[in-house]
């Protein structure tokens, strides 16, 4: 029995005081916030990607998330290729049309069916520590059934 109480003096020499374990327990949770705060960020950028904007009532033809190269959706719609270059616009890009553009006035010599660049449109945003930048091909003249829109939206994503 003189083992035991000798255990019991043992165990009442191994103990933390009750404030040494708090601190510990405090500094152990203020570095994990730590951590937590310059993780969290790019992580839900990484899990939840932002998507770039596409004028509303456009339909997906083709997505392609290639191994290597930016990842690309095809879309179509009923808008005009000025109409699609304007909302990309007024999501802050910047956008640069053709050089030649018809006119409302004017009669347009342009066949159905063969397509014609519009505007080529690029810009970007910050959503939770990555860096979304966009760009974004648009061409006219394809067939009521296609489109008659068409345009190519490329998204590049850079952790900051």
Same mark, same amino acid.
């Given at each position: 029995?003189?083992?035991?109480?000798?255990?019991?003096?043992?165990?009442?020499? =191994?103990?933390?005081?009750?404030?040494?374990?708090?601190?510990?327990?405090?500094? @152990?949770?203020?570095?994990? @916030?730590?951590?937590?705060? =310059?993780? @969290? /960020?790019?992580?839900?950028?990484?899990?939840?990607?932002?998507?770039?904007?596409?004028?509303?009532?456009?339909?997906?033809?083709?997505?392609?998330?290639?191994?290597?190269?930016?990842?690309?959706?095809?879309?179509?719609?009923?808008?005009?290729?000025?109409?699609?270059?304007?909302?990309?616009?007024?999501?802050?890009? @910047?956008?640069?049309?053709?050089?030649?553009?018809?006119?409302?006035?004017?009669?347009?010599?342009?066949?159905?069916?063969?397509?014609?660049?519009?505007?080529?449109?690029?810009?970007?945003?910050?959503?939770?520590?990555? /860096?979304?930048?966009?760009?974004?091909?648009?061409?006219?003249?394809?067939?009521?059934?296609?489109?008659?829109?068409?345009?190519?939206?490329?998204?590049?994503?850079?952790?900051?």
């Amino acid at each position: 029995m003189a083992t035991s109480s000798g255990d019991a003096v043992g165990k009442e020499q =191994r103990r933390v005081p009750m404030a040494a374990a708090l601190a510990a327990m405090v500094v @152990a949770l203020a570095l994990a @916030a730590l951590i937590l705060s =310059r993780v @969290a /960020g790019p992580l839900y950028g990484l899990l939840f990607p932002s998507e770039v904007p596409v004028p509303g009532g456009s339909q997906e033809i083709e997505h392609v998330k290639p191994d290597k190269g930016a990842e690309y959706w095809i879309y179509r719609t009923r808008l005009t290729g000025r109409e699609v270059a304007a909302f990309y616009e007024s999501e802050g890009g @910047a956008c640069q049309y053709s050089a030649r553009q018809v006119q409302p006035d004017e009669s347009d010599p342009r066949v159905e069916g063969v397509s014609y660049s519009v505007a080529t449109c690029r810009g970007s945003r910050q959503t939770a520590g990555i /860096g979304i930048s966009w760009e974004v091909f648009i061409a006219e003249g394809y067939s009521e059934d296609e489109g008659p829109t068409v345009f190519r939206v490329y998204r590049y994503s850079e952790v900051n």
